[in-house]
């Protein structure tokens, strides 16, 4: 099994286990945590990766890292995975657990760039323009990208929409050259 595909099924099953014990908010916050953690820690990511280490020491290491700080929910994942001899996918389950959260609360990433900074309007009639076209509630991350010239571009998920001047100059110019 890919990596990807068990990262994405142990994620699923940890949020479902949060949502049955009402404890979303907790792991969500366990989670970050131990991500941050992990990324701020090569030695941690080393440990993670190493097949020399067994799981239960893994997992040992783990909890003696997060003593005291995270949720029994938390602690069996962590437990499980590093049993399972899963522990180095363990930041791809967090983003998993991220992304299905997401998914399931109605939630949708949204990148948006613009060629000068919207107005705090401007940005809410987009985000709220943008949550009716999508049906879901907006999560956008807002940039500036010069090379636009005006306008902006919309990523949601695998669609972009190109608003920007400097695509209506493209589609102008190819338009142009194609008669000649």
Do not use: W
């Amino acid at each position: 099994m890919s990596s990807a595909i068990a990262s994405r099924r142990y994620a699923a099953a940890l949020l479902d286990v949060a949502e049955d014990s009402g404890v979303v908010e907790q792991v969500d916050t366990d989670l970050e945590m131990i991500s941050a953690t992990i990324a701020d820690s090569h030695d941690l990511v080393v440990m993670l990766k190493s097949p020399l280490i067994k799981g239960d020491t893994k997992a040992k290491a783990l909890k003696a890292v997060f003593h005291g700080m995270l949720n029994e929910k938390t602690l069996l994942f962590i437990d499980l995975i590093c049993r399972k001899k899963r522990a180095d996918h363990l930041p791809q389950m967090v983003e998993e657990y991220k992304a299905l959260r997401d998914e399931r609360s109605g939630l949708i990433n949204v990148d948006v760039n613009s060629a000068v900074k919207l107005e705090d309007e401007q940005a809410r009639e987009l985000i709220n323009s943008l949550a009716t076209y999508t049906g879901k509630k907006v999560r956008a991350r807002l940039a500036l990208d010069e090379k636009l010239l005006g306008g902006v571009t919309v990523k949601i998920g695998d669609t972009i929409i190109d608003g920007s001047v400097r695509h209506q100059l493209d589609m102008l110019r190819v338009a142009l050259t194609a008669d000649v």
